[in-house]
């Protein structure tokens, strides 16, 4: 992969007792090397954002995060920029909680809604590529992530498959809600539930836009006649702020 190849080159130049580089040298060979597999570097210099950056590696050490660096960083900083936006937060897809910790962070006082089967995927449809997902697959303890997640106040746990379990916040508004179900049906519940929930400026981001046939397709056919555009972010996540 991609940033696999990142890592080899910057380990072979920093290692090395033969060969000896400026930082802006290894920068440069690095870059050239991941833009022939068309990737790319993304680093801050900034002294706050480089705390996100921590922050998320923290927590991939912590838990079995399934998302690069940028896509976390992009979570932490709409979190962070809704909040003069009205609304509570909501996870649908928690998995063990590295997400939602991340989302912890940034959301100050706001409420946070988490949703999960906390059992896996549920069946997949015809709409998915076949193979990619399996039923039962990204299995988590739910008392894990409480026990992860117990230091933060306000946030919400709800097990079982949505939106039967979104009963509780039927009549919630949103300011933020991050979706990483990986499947057609579930995105496209996901979408009919939030959607008419989300304030004006409230944001919708989704995991696996880019790489999942059944979420690209549930998100082009819900926003097909919708005012919003899908903004299509780096690695595999899009963006919908509700007009």
């Known amino acids: 992969m991609i940033r696999d190849l990142g890592k080899k080159i910057i380990a072979l130049l920093v290692t090395s007792k033969l060969l000896s580089f400026s930082s802006n040298t290894v920068k440069m060979i690095v870059e050239y090397g991941l833009a022939i597999k068309n990737g790319g570097v993304i680093y801050y210099s900034d002294k706050d954002r480089s705390k996100v950056i921590t922050l998320v590696k923290k927590v991939k050490e912590e838990v079995k995060l399934l998302m690069e660096l940028s896509e976390a960083y992009q979570i932490f900083m709409a979190v962070k920029n809704i909040s003069k936006i009205k609304g509570d937060i909501a996870e649908v897809g928690v998995y063990k909680g590295g997400s939602a910790k991340i989302i912890c962070e940034a959301k100050g006082n706001k409420s946070l809604y988490l949703f999960d089967t906390w059992d896996g995927l549920p069946e997949i449809s015809r709409n998915d590529e076949k193979g990619y997902f399996k039923k039962g697959e990204f299995q988590a303890s739910l008392e894990s992530v409480k026990n992860y997640l117990k230091k933060y106040p306000k ?89």
Do not use: W
């Open 155 to 243: 946030v919400y746990f709800y097990k079982g498959l949505f939106p039967d379990t979104a009963k509780p916040i039927i009549n919630k508004r949103f300011s933020f809600v991050n979706m990483d179900v990986d499947i057609y049906e579930s995105t496209k519940n996901s979408l009919e539930f939030f959607y008419p929930r989300m304030n004006k400026g409230g944001i919708i981001i989704s995991h696996d836009y880019i790489n999942a046939v059944g979420v690209r397709k549930a998100f082009d056919e819900f926003f097909k006649n919708k005012p919003e555009p899908i903004i299509e972010m780096s690695e595999s996540q899009c963006l919908i702020a509700k007009l």
